[in-house]
Structure formats: structure tokens, C-alpha cells
């Protein structure tokens, strides 16, 4: 090796890299070989010419002014259409001193001294978003630093495998230890082409506990137990990439947990509750027969036809058959006053799903 290229790679180690440092570090024997020492540095034949040697000092140069910097954003996986706040953080160099450039897609956005952060909002699903920065110090030097991301979203949907009447068009809600199944249904676009859910990583989440069994590629839904007491609030969480990790999006969805319930309506001439409205009180002439239903909602499908429907009148157990939903109510023809009327609803299968009601008949 040329005596001039090692005196020259030897001064440009020492004082960038911390040549001195490096090698006291490494408990070296007293008999030090420099020639061995460069060879390990610089991680293969050492340069034969100065323009090599250049070369790998501007090289060595350029990832000094990269390293220790970073561009973080908030949120760190943005969906379409979001706002995304983008600080840059370094230990290579005061960022307050620093005049700092922000190139969005290739076009300058802002620029200043001390200008560490950024916002903007994100484009359509399949945007590629680059963010680049220069960063030039009081002292003429200069520091670049960039991250790229591609915008995806994702939809989280729920349902509760618990069992609501036929003419109730709502959501069946979560009730204590009933079964829930999410699904993620991920949109996700790269070149033009929507990636199928089935290439796509998932990490699942419960309440903040990584679900690892229920994770993996081609995992888009997870099922789990609710919690016993009512009115806890579980938090499901997924993060979606695809296996290079160009795309990721995490999503959140948060599912309560009820009480089974019990409404009472009015059965029909044609048989079948009236929708209309729930029987809370309701008058009734002496001599007359009326039937009322107990329609049911959020007990686990396990428990299927095993409810059990446990009726009382003015406190007193009517007998009637335990599994009938509905109870015919004939006033004597001498009755007077009110009558309370209560049923309580029970699981078979779970002791803890029970739900109770009650109504008054004014008699006219």
C-alpha cells in the first residue's frame, strides 16, 4: 500500500472514527499491526488510491451525518385523509441552531431555523408519502435525513354471538362471557394492485396483551370471551402490514360488555309481540284476558331454546311451564285495584346471564 494512502487513511481513521479510542477498547496486545487494524475498519482490501481513499472518507462522512437522526410521526401509521405531525429528533447536531428544510414528494414545504417539525395530511389509500429534510448547522455542515411511507386503511368490524328477537334491528351487544369476533378487512394498495387480506401480517391485541396464538399471516379475525362484570370496556387492536412492511396500519375498536335485558311486549290477535311499544303499565278490564311476551336480548346462542322464563302475579310463582316466553293474564270478574307482574329470564348454560322486569295492569 502506497505510504502516502495509508499516512492519509490512517489520520482520516483516527479522527473520524475514533481510531485511538477503537483500539484501546479492544484490548489489543502491545505489537499493534495498523495495516491489520485498517483491513477490519474499513471491512474489506484497503483503497490502493487516493481517490479511493476519498471516496470512502466522503462515504464514511455522509452516514456519520445520517445516523443519530430521525423523523418520527404522530400518528405513526396514518390512514387517508389524516393529519400527521412529523418531528425530527438528533443527537448528531443542535436541531435548534440547525436551518432545516421540509421536501414533501419532492417539493420544499417549509424551511427555518430551528424548524424541527412538519404537519400534513395524508392522500388517498395507495399515496406514497416521502418525507424528506436537510438540516444545515451554524457551522456550514449538513445533514439529510428522510422516511417513506405508504398510506393504507383498514375497517374493524364486531359481532356478539349473543341472540336478539327477530324484529329488533339493532347490533347484538357483548353480555358477560359471551363469545365476539372481530374482523379486519384491510384495504391496501401498492402499485395500483389491492393486496388480498390473506398476504397480509396481522398482530393482534386485547386490551393492551399481544395475542401471538391468534396472530400471523392471513389472520384477519380473532375471537375472545368477554369479561364477567358488566360495563367493562374491552379494547381490540390489530396492526396490518404486508411482509416488506411498506404499509402498516393499526386500528382500534372498543366493545362493551351488557347486561342481558328483558322487555315485555303485547302479543297480537295474529300471534307475535307488537313491536310498537314495550308494556311498562297497562290497563286491564275485570273479566278480561290478555297475553304478554318476554322478549329476550343479548343472552349467549349457546343458551338457545334453554332459557328459562320464571313468571310471578302480585309476587306469587304462576304455574306455568318454565320455558314459555309468553304468559296469558285473565282478570277475575271481581278483580280490582293493580296487579304487579314480573318475570325473570335465566340461562341455561351460564348462571350469570339472568335478567329481570316487571309491569303493573291498572284494573278498570
Known sequence: MNKHIKILFIIFLALILGFAGVVLAQDQP?????????????????????????????????????????????????GPGEEVAVVLTSYSFDVNAAHITWIRNGRVQTAGR?????????????????IELVAVTPAGDE????????????????????????????KALASPRSQVLVAAIPNFVLAGRLLGSGSLMYEWTLDDRPQTAKSGIGQ????????????????????????????VR???????????????????????????????NVSMYAGETRSFRASSYYFAKSSGDKLKFKWTLQNQNVPEDDTTEVLSVTLTNDAAGTALVGVLVEGANNIIERALTNFLINIL
Request: no cysteine.
Open 114 to 130: 430551528g424548524q424541527k417539525s412538519y404537519r400534513f395530511r395524508t392522500g388517498a389509500v395507495g399515496t406514497r408519502e416521502s
Open 220 to 247: 384477519n379475525s380473532f375471537s375472545f370471551s368477554a369479561a364477567v362484570a358488566p360495563g367493562a370496556v374491552h379494547e381490540v387492536s390489530v396492526k396490518i402490514s404486508n411482509l416488506d412492511k411498506t404499509i
Open 30 to 78: 502491545a505489537a499493534i499491526d495498523p495495516e491489520s487494524i485498517l483491513k477490519q475498519l474499513y471491512g474489506g482490501p484497503l483503497p490502493t488510491t487516493t481517490e479511493d481513499v476519498f471516496k470512502f472518507m466522503l462515504e464514511r462522512q455522509a452516514e456519520q451525518r445520517v445516523s443519530g437522526s430521525s423523523i418520527e410521526f404522530t400518528p405513526e401509521f396514518p
Open 250 to 280: 393499526e386500528k382500534p375498536v372498543f366493545i362493551t360488555v351488557y347486561n342481558p335485558e328483558v322487555l315485555i311486549y303485547e302479543e297480537t290477535a295474529s300471534g307475535g309481540p307488537n313491536p310498537a311499544r314495550t308494556v311498562n
Open 143 to 170: 445533514f439529510k435525513t428522510s422516511r417513506t411511507l405508504y398510506i393504507g386503511d383498514a375497517d374493524l368490524l364486531w359481532r356478539a354471538e349473543t341472540a336478539v328477537p327477530p324484529e329488533y334491528a339493532g
